[in-house]
């Protein structure tokens, strides 16, 4: 499947632990990636300084849901199941 325009739930929902550009420490749990472009793309697609967490991430039909919200609500569970804590 493609990644769906205008969703960017992906770069919002989750925790980041490696740097970013911008975001030297990471990214938290539902804080919007600050290379999450206005029309929800990632600023630094196809740049070498995108985190491999990033590049490596593919759409699937569980993490991408049905709609923008059903994958910030789908990803924020993992969130919450998967924190170390
Ligand atoms: S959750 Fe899926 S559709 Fe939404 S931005 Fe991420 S990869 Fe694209
Ligand atoms: S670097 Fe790009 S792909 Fe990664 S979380 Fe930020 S906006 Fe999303």
Same mark, same amino acid.
Request: glycine share 6%; with cysteine; aromatic share 6%.
């Given at each position: 499947m493609h990644c769906r325009p205008g969703c960017g739930a992906c770069c919002i929902a989750p925790s980041i632990s490696s740097p970013i550009p911008g975001m030297p420490h990471g990214k938290p749990a539902g804080i919007p990636c600050?290379?999450?472009?206005?029309?929800?793309?990632?600023?630094?697609?196809?740049? $070498?300084?995108? $985190?491999a967490v990033c590049r490596g991430l593919r759409p699937t039909p569980s993490m991408c849901g049905s709609g923008r919200g059903a994958a910030l609500a789908g990803l924020a569970e993992l969130e919450r199941l998967t924190r170390p804590d």
């Open positions: 600050v290379q999450l472009r206005d029309d929800d793309r990632c600023a630094l697609f196809g740049d $070498p300084s995108r $985190p």
